[in-house]
């Protein structure tokens, strides 16, 4: 599975001009199951994610996760979008290929089982709609964006 984190002050996403999640101070989540992708995974990429830290201390040092980010136990968000372009390959030339990206029955149910987890380990989550064309407006703080990614089994 693949993810493009971003530390974010404050994130938001609409669908036809509608709000469907939003969130101040935390992390930007887009999320991209692979093709041989299990739930397996989907753990090990959220594990890392809520570990991750990228939120600075007092000295401003990258030392607080998400789930700690002022150092005193107050969690930020989590903004998990599904987004199947982060599995783009473009090797072959100026159009991005998709191939490696889950089809879209497994990345849903992927997508799904990620945000049901995250929503059992952290008290603020919020989502886009999987498979709808979203718009995400944020707030990058720093800027800090990081790359994941757990390759699936062999």
Do not use: W
Request: with cysteine.
């Amino acid at each position: 599975m693949l993810a493009l984190v971003q530390r974010v002050l404050r994130a938001r996403v609409t669908v036809q001009g509608q709000d469907c999640g939003s969130i101040g101070r935390g992390l930007l989540v887009l999320v991209c199951a692979e093709v041989g992708d299990t739930a397996l995974q989907a753990d090990k990429l959220l594990a890392k994610i809520l570990k991750l830290r990228i939120f600075s201390d007092a000295q401003g040092k990258m030392n607080h996760s998400v789930q700690d980010i002022d150092g005193a136990g107050l969690p930020g968000g989590l903004l998990i979008v599904s987004q199947f372009t982060l599995a783009a390959d473009t090797s072959g030339g100026n159009r991005p290929s998709f191939k490696g990206a889950a089809a879209p029955e497994l990345g849903r149910q992927l997508y799904d089982h990620c945000v049901g987890q995250a929503r059992s380990l952290h008290p603020q989550v919020a989502t886009g709609i999987f498979g709808a064309d979203m718009a995400v407006e944020l707030v990058n703080d720093g800027p800090v964006t990081i790359p994941l990614r757990v390759a699936p089994p062999v």
